[in-house]
């Protein structure tokens, strides 16, 4: 139980466009979602909280209108990426949290975003 | 403020040996503590939490951590090192079960000698 997925697990595109990031909770609820950005031999860097219906909590420093965050169901969060340069290729994790995990959260496989 | 400080950012053990990965944390409020670890390429992967009650929690893959709280620490341990746990390991607090945001520590690399 607990599967956390992710699509696309790695993704190209060139500067200036944008691109979607799904996460998706399989086998429960996800009440809460987190995005993550690690970059090489380093630890995760939160960069927003979604709750389902809500609008997404974007930490400091984090520019909320490049990276668009949705949560439109319980089961579906997206992470778009506007306008990207090559400063934003990185490594993009989701997580999921809910009452059927007893709210510890459940990491995604990632996406690894290379901007040329 | 909560705050994870892992010592040592490389750990290296022979086949067999004890793992000892340490961890402290930093938390105003009763912690909630987590130990992920994390393949090359790959996302995160719960090993073991503790959120109340005993001490000493068991995961999986043989691993095990002690909260101690009087040392603000939860060490993470494993008898036995194997060559598959070469990985990287990343301690984390919360406030709360993990549906409020996780801090990380800046993870160890464990490797593995045959």
């Known amino acids: 139980g607990a599967v956390v997925s992710q699509h696309p697990s790695w993704v190209i595109c060139k500067s200036g466009t944008s691109v979607k990031i799904e996460c998706r909770s399989l086998?429960?609820?996800?009440?809460?979602m987190f995005w993550y950005r690690q970059f090489p031999k380093q630890s995760l860097m939160l960069m927003a909280t979604?709750?389902?219906?809500?609008?997404?909590?974007?930490e400091q420093g984090v520019e909320k209108d490049k990276f668009l965050i949705n949560h439109a169901s319980l089961t579906l969060s997206t992470l778009t990426v506007t306008s990207a340069h090559p400063e934003d290729s990185s490594f993009y994790i989701c997580?999921?949290?809910?009452?059927?995990?007893?709210?510890?959260?459940?990491f995604g496989p990632g996406t690894r975003l290379t901007v040329l | 403020a909560q705050s994870v400080t892992q010592l040592g950012s490389h750990v290296s053990v022979s086949e067999g040996a004890l793992v000892l990965l340490r961890c402290n944390y930093s938390?105003?409020?009763?912690?909630?503590l987590f130990w992920y670890v994390q393949y090359p390429n790959q996302g995160l992967q719960l090993l073991l939490k503790y959120t109340t009650g005993a001490t000493l929690v068991k995961g999986i893959n043989g691993f095990e951590a002690e909260f101690k709280k009087s040392e603000t620490s939860f060490h993470l341990t494993k008898p036995s090192a194997h060559m598959s746990d070469a990985a990287e390991y990343f301690c984390a607090v919360s406030s709360q079960g993990g549906s409020e945001k996780l801090v990380f520590g800046k993870g160890t690399k464990l490797t593995v000698n045959p």
């Open positions: 979604s709750n389902e219906g809500s609008k997404a909590t974007y």
């Open positions: 938390s105003s409020v009763p912690p909630y």
């Open positions: 997580s999921a949290a809910g009452q059927g995990t007893m709210y510890t959260q459940y």
């Open positions: 086998d429960f609820q996800a009440t809460t």
